[in-house]
C-alpha cells in the first residue's frame, strides 16, 4: 500500500531540511540516506580508540571504587543493560540523595555535539570529569583522591600503563575521563531504521513510514535531525508556547545570558522507546505524551491520536541493540 514512490517523496522532502543540496547533488537517494546512519564507532583525533583503552574505561565505567562510599558507579545511573538510563525521573547518588535532573541514556551520546542537557560539557572525556566529583552523583572530594585511589589498586596501575604506554605516570584524572570517553565511543546501537537506510525496505512498516512522513510533515526534523535525530543544536523548550514548568533555566546557567533561559540540547531519539521518563525533568512518563507535548509547545501543533501513534510507531525503529558483548562486566582490578 506504501509504494516507493511515496516513500522517496517522504524521504527527499525531510532530508532536504538537513542536508545541504549542493553537497549531495550526483548522489543517490541511498547515498542521502547512508549520511544518517550510524557510524560503528564515534572516533576522535584527540583520543584515539585503542582496545587496551577501551578495556579500561569499561571497568572504570563499573567500578562504583570510584564514589565516597563505593556504592555507585557510572552504570548505576547508566545502566548499559538498560539502554544507558535507570529508568527513573532523577537518579539517585551518594548517600541517595536526587539529582535534578533526568539521567540520558549514554548510548550513542559521544555523537552530539555538546555533553549534559544544558551542553556544559564539550565531549564524552570532559563529560566523565563531571560526575566523579559531583557531591550528589559519586562525591569524591578532589581529582587527587580519585588519583589516589586508583594509584593504590595495582591491576589499574597495569591497566593504565597499557592504556596509555607512552606516559611515565599514566594513573591520571586525565587519563581516566579519556579511557572512560573511549569506552563510550563504541556504544553505538544501530537498528531497524539503519537497516532501512542501508536499503533494506523490509525493515520498517507502512505504519512505521507513515510516522516518519508525520514526524517530517509536523516538523520535528527541524530540531530532531541527522544521525542521531537530535543531538546537534541547542533549542528553546516552549519554542511556540511558553512551557509551564521553568524551575530550571537550562542554558542560561551555562551563559549567564537571559536569552538562553529555558534553552536545552535538542535530544537525540535513538532508543527513545526505552529511555523514558522524558524531558530534562523526568515528569513525563509515556513516549505518546511525550510527542503530543511536542507537537503542542515546539510547533504549535495539535496532533490527533492517529498522527502521535504513528510517529511513536516509527520512533520505535530507532530502538537498536544493545552490543551485549561489549558491556559485559569485567573483572574489576584488585
Ligand atoms: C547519580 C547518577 C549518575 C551517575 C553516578 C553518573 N551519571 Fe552521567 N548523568 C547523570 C545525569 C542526571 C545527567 C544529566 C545531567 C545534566 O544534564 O545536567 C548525566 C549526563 C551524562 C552524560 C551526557 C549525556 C547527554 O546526552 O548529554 C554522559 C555521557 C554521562 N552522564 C556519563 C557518565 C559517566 C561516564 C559516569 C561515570 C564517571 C556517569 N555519567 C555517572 C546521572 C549520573
Ligand atoms: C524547536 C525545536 C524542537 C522541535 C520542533 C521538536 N523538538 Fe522534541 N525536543 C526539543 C528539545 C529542546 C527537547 C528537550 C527538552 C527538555 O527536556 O529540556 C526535546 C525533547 C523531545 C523528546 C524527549 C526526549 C527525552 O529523551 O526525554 C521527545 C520524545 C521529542 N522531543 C520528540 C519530538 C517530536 C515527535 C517532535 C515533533 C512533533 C519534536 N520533538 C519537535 C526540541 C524540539
Known amino acids: 500500500m506504501y509504494g516507493n514512490h511515496r516513500f522517496s517523496n517522504t524521504l527527499v522532502l525531510g532530508l532536504a531540511i538537513v542536508v545541504s543540496a549542493p553537497a549531495q547533488q550526483g548522489r543517490g537517494m541511498m547515498g542521502m540516506m547512508g549520511s544518517m546512519k550510524l557510524p560503528d564507532a564515534i572516533t576522535s583525533e584527540s583520543n584515539p580508540l585503542t582496545p587496551a583503552k577501551i578495556n579500561l574505561g569499561r571497568m572504570l565505567f563499573y567500578d562504583a571504587r570510584l564514589s565516597r562510599n563505593h556504592d555507585v558507579s557510572c552504570n548505576s545511573c547508566h545502566n548499559l543493560a538498560n539502554y544507558g538510563v535507570d529508568g527513573k525521573p532523577v537518579s539517585s547518588g551518594d548517600k541517595g540523595q536526587l539529582g535534578g535532573r533526568n539521567s540520558p541514556t ?42 589516589a585511589t586508583l594509584r593504590a589498586i595495582p591491576g589499574y596501575r597495569n591497566a593504565f600503563h597499557e592504556a596509555f604506554p607512552d606516559s ?38 507502512s505504519d512505521e513510514m507513515a510516522g516518519h512522513h508525520q514526524f517530517m510533515q509536523a516538523g520535528c526534523m527541524s530540531c530532531h535531525n541527522g544521525p542521531y535525530i537530535g543531538g546537534q543544536a541547542f533549542q528553546k523548550l516552549g519554542a511556540k508556547k511558553t512551557w509551564p514548568v521553568a524551575t530550571d533555566t537550562g542554558r542560561m546557567g551555562v551563559t549567564g545570558n537571559t536569552a538562553d533561559r529555558l534553552v ?22 509515556t513516549l505518546d505524551e511525550a510527542v503530543r507535548l511536542m507537537g503542542e509547545y515546539q510547533l504549535d501543533r495539535k496532533l490527533d491520536d492517529q498522527q502521535v501513534t504513528q510517529i511513536v510507531a516509527w520512533l520505535k525503529t530507532l530502538t537498536g541493540e544493545i552490543p551485549a558483548d561489549y558491556i559485559r562486566q569485567p573483572a574489576l582490578p584488585q
Open 264 to 285: 536545552f540540547k535538542v535530544p537525540s531519539l535513538r532508543n527513545v522507546e526505552k529511555t523514558g521518563p522524558y524531558f530534562h525533568t523526568g515528569k513525563v512518563a
Open 168 to 205: 611515565a605516570e599514566p594513573v591520571t584524572f586525565n587519563n581516566m575521563a579519556r579511557a572512560i570517553g573511549a569506552f563510550e565511543r563504541k556504544l553505538v546501537t544501530p537498528s531497524r531504521w539503519d537497516r532501512f537506510m542501508s536499503g533494506d525496505q523490509g525493515a520498517i512498516t
Open 106 to 147: 549514554v548510548y550513542n551520546a559521544a555523537g552530539h555535539f555538546v555533553q549534559f542537557w544544558d551542553g556544559r560539557a564539550p565531549n564524552v572525556e570532559e563529560q566523565a570529569k563531571g560526575p566523579v566529583m559531583n557531591p550528589v552523583e559519586m562525591a569524591m572530594s578532589s581529582e587527587a583522591e580519585v588519583v
